[in-house]
């Protein structure tokens, strides 16, 4: 059963004549869900630091921010590459700043969350390739920031999971060593066909038609939907990707193919969380203002990063 909280906010949003993200521009698409995640996130959350960096891509200069944990001031640490969500249409690092700053604290790990390019001015592999770029540069310049080289992870959510996740894959080869990574509702199939994409398709939120819009976006005429860099399901091999949480929630459209990412991973031998907060709705990290569930969620990611990064 739906969460109570989150039906009163769904039959809220489902009365109000305000346009869907898909039926405008995506600038308008943005400022609409930065709107939406003031609105719904919590403020003020402690954090010991916050600075600023940039990360040089390969498309020009990354604006990045890299969280220190309360108390950790000075002290080195793992840390983990973080990639926002927002059909690698919207959003940026102040829609998730607030998870990150609890990610922070609960893994006891610097994040260092990246402002990847965004579609459609930056099509595919465009935010891929800053993503990857992201992770060498921690690596690159962990000492210099406090972090050990040897324990650094990747996270994000939505299509952030899907960035992580793919970069995960990549690094096997190409390094560097991705440590743990962690896969919050993610997209691990374009244009994914599967039961909960239809049958959770309107009204939860995240909605079919937004995510064929976000591909649309993202994904020039005739791309390659096998392509692990886009879809992470489709690697033909998986092994020796690194240790995973999968986090899926019990109405959101892209259930199935995180279930589906989460046991392609274990069958070739990768060690796998998979955990289903059954309630809540795609997104509902974002929603810790008004939904207790998302800090209990981020406080199982990060109790499961600090075991991992040990």
Request: charged share 20%; aromatic share 8%.
């Amino acid at each position: 059963m739906l969460d109570a909280t989150l039906d009163a906010i769904m039959k809220q949003m489902a009365a109000n004549p305000a346009p869907k993200l898909w039926e405008v521009a995506p600038p308008q698409a943005r400022a609409m869900f930065s709107a939406m995640r003031d609105m719904f996130e919590s403020k003020g959350i402690a954090i010991g630091k916050v600075d600023s960096v940039e990360i040089p891509g390969p498309g020009g200069p990354l604006a990045a921010r890299l969280y220190t944990p309360v108390g950790m001031a000075g002290r080195v640490t793992p840390a983990c590459v973080y990639y926002h969500g927002g059909g690698w249409v919207i959003g940026d690092l102040d829609t998730h700043d607030g998870i990150c700053r609890m990610l922070a604290n609960e893994s006891g790990c610097r994040i260092v969350a990246v402002d990847y390019r965004l579609a459609p001015e930056n099509k595919f592999p465009a935010a891929f390739d800053d993503a990857y770029a992201a992770l060498v540069w921690t690596a690159a310049n962990a000492t210099d920031h406090s972090i050990n080289p040897n324990r650094i992870a990747v996270a994000g959510d939505s299509a952030g999971g899907n960035l992580a996740a793919a970069v995960a894959l990549h690094a096997r080869a190409k390094g560097p060593k991705v440590a743990f990574q962690a896969l919050i509702y993610p997209v691990t199939q374009a244009r994914a066909d599967t039961a909960s994409m239809h049958e959770l398709a309107t009204g939860y939120f995240l909605e079919k038609a937004s995510m064929d819009w976000f591909c649309d976006q993202y994904l020039d005429p005739g791309a390659d939907l096998s392509d692990p860099r886009l879809s992470p399901l489709a690697a033909k091999d998986v092994s020796g990707a690194a240790p995973a949480f999968v986090l899926v929630a019990g109405f959101d459209p892209l259930k199935d193919e995180g279930k589906q990412y989460a046991a392609k991973l274990k069958a070739a031998g990768v060690q796998v969380d998979l955990v289903e907060f059954d309630t809540m709705v795609h997104g509902f990290l974002g929603m810790s203002g008004v939904v207790p569930q998302a800090a209990e969620a981020v406080r199982q990611i990060g109790k499961a990063m600090a075991r991992a990064l040990d």
